[in-house]
């Protein structure tokens, strides 16, 4: 079974600073790996994803992420933060078999706070 | 296009009473999920549906039951409501079968069970 773990809670960082969260999954193949940002009030929102073919993705508002599969970890990074980012992250890894009807599995999610 | 909708945005409800969540999508996606958002337990699993007709389980469906009579709505209900199902609720859709695809969210349901 595919699991996800995001093992920090809670994140403050300072505007300006850079970002990283952690982000690793557990799965028996190359996974679909998933970077969502959940604002407060709001649905879920794509930040990038990969599958296969370079292990840099860029994303969207400045986000990238690096697929290690040595490590099994898809880490979300940002080397400038801004207040706007303060929000809740999740990483999601998907099924390549579509008789999962691709089904996601999240982690628990990493809140980020922002301070100025 | 409106992406996924959801309606009603909050409800209150008392123990033993019922209602229907309703998602809607026009993005014309063959695959709809709900799922559940609970205090540091993420996005869990309701019930998903790979199609028009279908329904499947997904992690958490005790107490729940969902229908996909047209493909553009997923509908959830809970038939008689307990205090542990007070969370916020999201519907998603996806299209095609690749797992490539990312899921859309809509704005997610506040459902509180007194």
């Known amino acids: 079974a595919q699991s996800v773990t995001q093992p920090d809670i809670h994140i403050t960082v300072s505007e300006g600073a850079s970002l990283e969260l952690r982000c690793n999954y557990s799965?028996?193949?190359?996974?679909?790996l998933f970077w969502y940002v959940q604002s407060p009030g709001q649905g879920l929102q794509l930040l990038l994803k990969y599958f296969s073919g370079d292990t840099l993705v860029q994303g969207i508002k400045g986000f990238e992420a690096e697929f290690k599969r040595s490590q099994s970890s898809f880490n979300l990074r940002k080397p400038s933060v801004h207040w706007s980012d303060a929000a809740e992250y999740f990483c999601a890894v998907g099924a390549i078999n579509t008789g999962t009807a691709s089904k996601l599995t999240f982690g628990t999610g990493t809140r980020l706070q922002v301070t100025l | 296009n409106a992406g996924v909708t959801q309606t009603p945005k909050f409800r209150v409800l008392k123990t033993g009473q019922s209602m229907t969540l309703l998602c809607a999508q026009d993005m014309n996606h063959e695959y709809m999920y709900w799922y559940r958002q609970d205090p540091g337990m993420g996005l869990r699993l309701i019930h998903y549906?790979?199609?028009?007709?279908?329904?499947a389980k997904g992690e958490v469906p005790d107490g729940y039951n969902v229908s996909r009579l047209k493909k553009q709505n997923f509908l959830l209900g809970l038939e008689s409501a307990a205090p542990s199902q007070t969370s916020v609720y999201f519907c998603?859709?996806?299209?095609?079968?690749?797992?490539?695809?990312?899921?859309?969210f809509g704005p997610g349901t506040r459902l509180t069970v007194l």
């Open positions: 998603a859709s996806k299209p095609g079968t690749s797992g490539y695809n990312e899921q859309f």
């Open positions: 549906s790979v199609g028009e007709g279908t329904t």
């Open positions: 799965y028996g193949a190359t996974p679909y």
